[in-house]
């Protein structure tokens, strides 16, 4: 058992840092990605649109569901408490005229652009064009808006960060021309940077100079738990944060100088590891990710927020739906039954919470 976990542990690192959680660097470092490569049309998707049911209250009291036909077959253990939307009921001319108070009254067609990191890029899905919670806001969307046909690019960027995204739309932002939405999500990279940094050094470590499996799993948790907790990890943290404090109120101003129209949605960020301790009883020792992740992932929304209401866009909280609910990021670490992942993302039950926050947060403007 010893053995196998040391192996399990060294595989997924590696694995994890192989598939690259921050492509980016600072400082001129960004890497800089054409909106033309990364463009996804909604037209090239092949999911079926989703249903959606009109409940002005249920949307005001809980969070209705968007299951497409196929995410609903093979998540449906983990989206068994979503409820699914009725497109009859929410097509409606009750339900278009108390959409965001009918903004989009008459409109024969509305564009939504995706911009920020892997998120709403939709890293690890296995269809990200029609999985990403973008794209399943914009089949909600559809729905909801009766006739309307909703045109829909995705021109996030996996590894972005704050900076890059800026350079980016310094350069060419022209794909936002004529957009009616644009559902941003960016700053999560700014900060799991150093974090996974500070894993990738005790992982380097974890050999070391142990004779055997449990003095090596011994002393990769004390390596981690120290630089955790370290001024390194702390000073890297807050640059990161002052990043994107610097940052998002620029990229907030180019999106509207580009489409002074458009309802710019903005996401909090959720604590990917929130909840998380490693904890390895037979050598009593334990890292709490959950406590750090949590910490830090605060700091940065605050500083979101404060952006968000500086430029008056439209917060959509995240944060709390996800650390209250099961099942919505792949990172998790338990011991009976055996599952060990660091990968932050989100599942397919993860992309339809955030879709349905930002439905709910729309339709309530």
Known sequence: MKKLLIMLLTLCLFLFFSCGGNGQTESGGESVHSFESSAVNSEESTADTTDVEDSSEERSEEESSMVSEESSEEESSEASEESSFDSEESSSSDTVDAFCGGRFDGKDSVKVVALGDSIPRGYGLSNPSAEAFPALFSQSLEAVLGGAKVNYANIAVDGMTTGGLLTLLQNDSSALNGADIVVLCIGANNILGPFTEALNDANSNLSGGATNDSQALGAFMDEFNALLKSEKLAADMNVGIAKAASDIPQILKLIKNRAPNAIVAVMTV?????????????????????????????????????????????????????????????????????KFSFDPHPTVSGHIKLANLYMASISNM
């Open 270 to 338: 959720y604590s990917p590891y929130h909840g998380i301790v490693m904890s390895i009883p037979y050598l009593g020792k334990s890292v709490n990710m959950g406590e750090v992740s949590d910490m830090w992932v605060s700091s940065l929304n605050t500083e979101i927020r404060k952006a968000v209401a500086a430029e008056g866009c439209l917060l959509v909280e995240t944060y709390d739906a996800f650390a209250a609910g099961a099942d919505l990021v792949n990172a998790a670490f338990s011991l009976v039954p055996f």
